[in-house]
């Protein structure tokens, strides 16, 4: 059982455009952590929040925790060709510190 | 640059096998994950070895096992290879500190090892 669902499972769109990738469960979370993976190389972390209704930006990147610690969202602002890649998010729950993946959202952005 | 290495890049084997993947950690962490990552999904938690010992298992059969060293670095053994073994293998290294139950900082992740199996 996938304990974290990301959604679209897909995303292709032109440069300059916005986009919102979600990542939802039924469970709670202690933590959650947004990764960023390109061909050939393991995930790079983005981000962490670990507060209910927590927001962090990064440059064009805003990350929301959910008030309730189940779902998150990352929003890109006017894409780029370098934004390409899968996404990823994760999180530790109350029971384990272990990291549960979600199942991934592949952004292909086109100049 | 993570500073987390992995051996070998590629690999190919058939089923029945054994393989023996290798981690090099980033300097000063003591704590390696080692992950699953199938075409298109996300990583599915294999175990994670702190100061040599066990420390948590995912759901993968004992035919997967794993070692740390002295140093910290590790090495992932899987017997008698089966074709849905093929995946991308990915270790992570992470500083764990506590008196009590180590409490994991972030990790980061090597570049993989991707592994076919024919």
């Known amino acids: 059982t996938q304990l974290l669902e990301q959604s679209p499972q897909f995303l292709s769109i032109q440069e300059g455009e916005n986009l919102t990738v979600y990542c939802n469960s039924s469970?709670?979370?202690?933590?959650l952590q947004w990764y960023r993976q390109e061909p050939g190389e393991g995930p790079v972390l983005l981000v962490t929040v670990v507060t209910g209704g927590e927001v962090k930006k990064l440059k064009r990147l805003t990350f929301q925790f959910g008030d309730a610690r189940k779902d998150s969202s990352l929003h890109i602002t006017a894409a780029q060709p370098g934004d390409t890649g899968l996404y990823l998010c994760?999180?530790?729950?109350?029971?384990?510190?272990?990291?549960?993946f979600g199942t991934g959202t592949r952004l292909q952005v086109f100049p | 640059e993570t500073g987390v290495t992995q051996s070998p890049t590629h690999l190919i084997k058939t089923r029945g096998q054994q393989v023996t993947l290798r981690c090099s950690s980033q300097?000063?962490?003591?704590?390696v994950s080692w992950y699953q990552q199938a075409l298109g999904q996300g990583p599915q938690f294999i175990f994670q070895?702190?100061?040599?010992?066990?420390?948590g298992r995912g759901n993968f059969p004992p035919r997967f096992s794993g070692l740390q060293f002295p140093n910290y670095s590790s090495e992932l053994n899987v017997n008698a290879l089966e074709l849905d073994d093929s995946a991308l293998y990915l270790c992570?290294?992470?500083?764990?500190?506590?008196?009590?139950?180590?409490?994991?900082?972030?990790?980061?992740f090597g570049p993989g090892t991707r592994l076919l199996v024919l």
């Open positions: 070895y702190y100061r040599e010992e066990e420390n």
């Open positions: 469970s709670v979370f202690s933590s």
């Open positions: 994760a999180g530790t729950t109350y029971n384990t510190d272990k990291l549960i």
């Open positions: 992570a290294s992470s500083l764990a500190v506590g008196q009590g139950p180590p409490l994991q900082e972030t990790q980061y």
């Open positions: 300097s000063g962490h003591n704590t």
